[in-house]
Each structure stands twice: as structure tokens, then as C-alpha cells.
């Protein structure tokens, strides 16, 4: 394994987690976050099994964030009638996948679900939303 799996001090926390996606979201360009509106960073050990079953999945390791709420774009979802958009990071998934890739800092990773569960309501491509990283 790679220098990186070990680079975080500890196991991190829910709140390490927490933390770290409100610093990756601070490092995104600006218009990309004011575009973002009031979107709320959730974290959990994972996800339960209704929301599991919702997607298809059957464990979960299998999923590492979830976007829940309107539409990034809506006008709605920033208009007080709704509640804001939340992006769900599951600790458990995060950490697994980061250790077993051995090549990422625990921030990246944490960045690059973020980047992703954001970036896919906004309907970015997967190259769009690399390129909002390599400038975080």
C-alpha cells in the first residue's frame, strides 16, 4: 500500500469527516459553490437499508455519498419552501475504499464524492467534474 492510506493520523471520525467536506467545499471555485445555494453536508456511518434498497444496493460499502433534494439548479430549492439540499457522505464507504486504493489523501477523497454527488445534479459530466477538482 501507498504512503497515503496511512497519512490520516487516525481512524477518522464522523467529524473528521465532516470537517473535511466543508474544507473541499470551501476549496471548489467560487461560482461553482455560489451556484450550489445552501447545500447541507450530512455524515453517517453508512447508509440504512431502506435507502440501500432504494438504490439497488445490498451493502454498504457500496455506497460512499447520496444527493437528497431538489435539484441543484431549481429555483425552488433555495426559495425557503423547500428544505436545502443535503449531500450525504457515509464514513464507513469512504474510508474502505480509500484505504483499499492506497494512492489518495483521505481529503481528496473525501473532495472527489462530494465534487461527485454535487456535479451529477448538476448535470456535469465526468470530465467536468474532474476538471472542478484538479482546481479545488
Known amino acids: 500500500m501507498q504512503q497515503f492510506a496511512f497519512s490520516y493520523p487516525r481512524e477518522p471520525s ?3 469527516l465532516s470537517l473535511l467536506a466543508e474544507e ?3 476549496r471548489l471555485p467560487e461560482p461553482f459553490r455560489l451556484a450550489c445555494g445552501r447545500v447541507v453536508f450530512r455524515v ?5 437499508s431502506a435507502t440501500l434498497r432504494g438504490l439497488g444496493l445490498s451493502h454498504p460499502l457500496q455506497l460512499a455519498g447520496l444527493y437528497r433534494g ?6 425552488l430549492a433555495n426559495s425557503g419552501f423547500l428544505p436545502p439540499p443535503e449531500v450525504w ?6 474510508v ?3 484505504r483499499a486504493r492506497g494512492d489518495v489523501s483521505l481529503e481528496d477523497m473525501v ?3 462530494l465534487v461527485h454527488e ?3 445534479h448538476r448535470g456535469l459530466s465526468d470530465a467536468d467534474m474532474e476538471r472542478l477538482e484538479a482546481e479545488a
Open 111 to 113: 473532495s472527489h464524492v
Open 118 to 120: 454535487i456535479g451529477h
Open 14 to 16: 464522523l467529524d473528521d
Open 96 to 98: 474502505h475504499e480509500w
Open 70 to 75: 431538489a435539484s441543484v439548479r431549481a429555483d
Open 89 to 94: 457522505l457515509y464514513r464507513a464507504a469512504i
Open 24 to 26: 473541499a467545499f470551501a
Open 44 to 48: 453517517a456511518e453508512g447508509a440504512d
